[in-house]
């Protein structure tokens, strides 16, 4: 009986250290998250000036919230009304991305050391509409990046660390029109999940792809083909920057019920 007794109290003793431990953990996240909504301003210059000196296009975000529970355990950056607009969209009105929602998780125990480490984001109920035009102009050249001037400057430290290795895509329209090769393609994609690594001047990207076929069209005289079709997969992704090309390879692309292995390069 009474060893029954010493286990059953060292048990009690136990879950109350677990429940002092989990407490500490729950107060230290509720506290980064107060520094960083104390610091919500700041973060929202911060975010504007690292796009503005990084890459040429129109980058405006809206709000921006910070959220330690809704995403527990991480601590999450919202930022609502995200439009991005090349430097030439007056002449031809193509938005390139317009999202409801992006958000990005962030890694919490950086900010006790005074920096906000970003390595994922996350865009729900988007429109993201590449276009080139007929003398080869892209959209996509919002994110060209700047060319660094020659002149050295003395930078001052940045709070925001962005290294994006992880993207994901719900609820996103991704559509493409290639005026100059007549060609297009649209899809309604219901998540995509991507992880992405910098190789060289390039990078690889593995993605996981759950999505429906609105237009795929290779010659504007023969139509669209394969509308309405679920397009599943998991799909391997290398780009050259040199050779300005994308080379896509899958062992499970799957068309409606049929299945295909993918190897194929895009320009």
């Avoid at 030439?88 to 990005?104: G, R, V």
Wanted: no cysteine.
């Amino acid at each position: 009986m009474e060893n029954h007794t010493s286990v059953r109290k060292a048990g009690i003793k136990l879950l109350k250290v677990i429940g002092i431990i989990l407490l500490v953990i729950l107060a230290l996240y509720l506290a980064m998250g107060l520094i960083l909504s104390n610091r919500k301003d700041k973060i929202l210059t911060e975010v504007n000036t690292f796009t503005k000196e990084t890459f040429k296009g129109d980058i405006k975000i809206g709000d921006l919230n910070v959220s330690s529970i809704k995403y527990f355990p991480s601590i999450a950056l919202e930022i609502k009304d995200v439009v991005v607009k090349d430097s030439l969209w007056a002449d031809h009105k193509n938005t390139l991305i317009k999202a409801d929602l992006a958000y990005a998780k962030v890694f919490p125990w950086a900010i006790l050391f005074g920096n906000l480490e970003i390595n994922n984001i996350t865009l729900k109920n988007a429109v993201i509409d590449i276009h080139v035009d007929e003398n080869g102009y892209s959209n996509m050249s919002a994110f060209d990046k700047r060319k660094k001037k020659a002149e050295k400057k003395e930078k001052k430290s940045s709070f925001l660390n962005p290294t994006i290795d992880k993207i994901v895509l719900q609820n996103v329209t991704l559509s493409s029109e290639n005026e100059l090769k007549g060609k297009s393609f649209s899809l309604s994609i219901n998540s995509m999940k991507a992880a992405v690594n910098q190789v060289n001047n390039g990078w690889e990207a593995r993605i996981r792809l759950n999505s429906r076929i609105n237009d795929l069209t290779f010659k504007k005289q023969n139509g669209s083909f394969a509308k309405g079709m679920a397009l599943n997969s998991n799909l391997e992704l290398k780009y050259d920057p040199d050779a300005k090309n994308i080379h896509i390879t899958s062992d499970n692309f799957s068309l409606e019920k049929n299945k295909f292995t993918l190897d194929a390069n895009f320009g």
